[in-house]
């Protein structure tokens, strides 16, 4: 992260003492409003005392407040730039994987947003799409296969980037294919069939493969996959995703046939067992090198970088900047509001008469009626 307004940076120097400054100012003024009432001794026995302990409490949400004002006014931001390729030379199709081991929630707390807040291998895959993909494809075509049990053409080459957006955000899901597994061999057949109806054959032709590793296909059949992108010349990119370590599939991010069968329980399970799923990287490693593609393991949506991955297209990455002022602008207001609502003094009613030691007034017993 970095400050587009870094001069302004230099006023947090004066902020404690112009935070101590305008407290001072208060606890003052209600001093100077006490007096101007009666004299200390008087007005001290029916009002509640000025504590000073409580005004330096309220400077520090002060303190608090004008730093998180003057840090939104730097401008703090992030390097959020994209690559993009020359309108008209490039046809990608993304293959992923929407078996239930997709469902794996190894990426929770890595990405945000309405779409992606469950963190599941499923979701990375949509993000780096969605984010990464879709804005550096502008004028190009790009294509989508989901595959389990079977293939299915989630949506066609085209260059009509916010209807592919909604289509991944929406439609793209765990089992939106059909099917039992991960038949592989199927996705590259129909990817296959997608460009030989839409693409233009002077385009240079990507497929990028999404998946944590899983695979019916024997050996035969993804040497026959290997050896048609060969003959086809399509640049092959696979993506890793998931942990080497096995997890747990959680029935929440399943479909919602499978939530309705595994009803009452939290991860899924087959004969009573939980499965669980980890990245096996020996046929997507396997798949990319025959290929002679690229192989990027997922950690963070920071190791997909799409211009690094595919050759002989001249991608020019363009800077950018995402600035988060509102996150500190939003802080200031917070810290401002505690400051206004913090208790000048504490609650010190007056015991009400017969409670704690007083006792009522009674008649003297000589005095008349």
Known sequence: MHFLNQTVLWALAVVPLLGATAVWLAWRRKQQLQQHYGEDRLVSRF????????????????????SALLV?????????????????????IAIVDVSRSMAAQDYKGVINGHYWSGGTRLDMARYLIVNEVVPSLKANYLGVVSYSG???????????????????????????APGEGSNLDKAFQLAFQ???????????KVIILFSDGGNDNGADALRAVVSELHSRNIELVVVGLGKLTPQAIPVSQLAEQDQVQMQGKEWYEVDGEVVRSALDENVLRYIANSASGSYTRISDPSDFQLGSMISSVDAKYKKGEQEIFYIPMLLAVL??????????????EQPKPGVAGKQPLRRHPTSRR
């Not at 009002?47 to 004008?66: C, M, N």
């Open 47 to 66: 009002s509640k005392p000025v504590r000073k302990e409580i005004y330096q409490f309220r400077a520090l949400w002060v303190f608090f407040a004008l």
């Open 72 to 92: 939104a006014l730097a401008r703090p931001s992030f390097e959020n730039g994209k690559t993009e390729f020359p309108a008209g030379k490039v046809d990608v």
């Open 150 to 176: 079977e293939a299915f053409p989630q949506a066609f080459l085209s260059d009509d980037m916010p209807a592919l957006g909604w289509v991944l955000k929406r439609a793209l899901t765990i089992s939106s």
């Open 194 to 204: 997608l460009y030989d109806v839409d693409s233009n054959p002077g385009r240079k």
């Open 335 to 348: 810290f401002f509001v505690l400051a206004v609502a913090a208790p000048l003094e504490p609650n010190t």
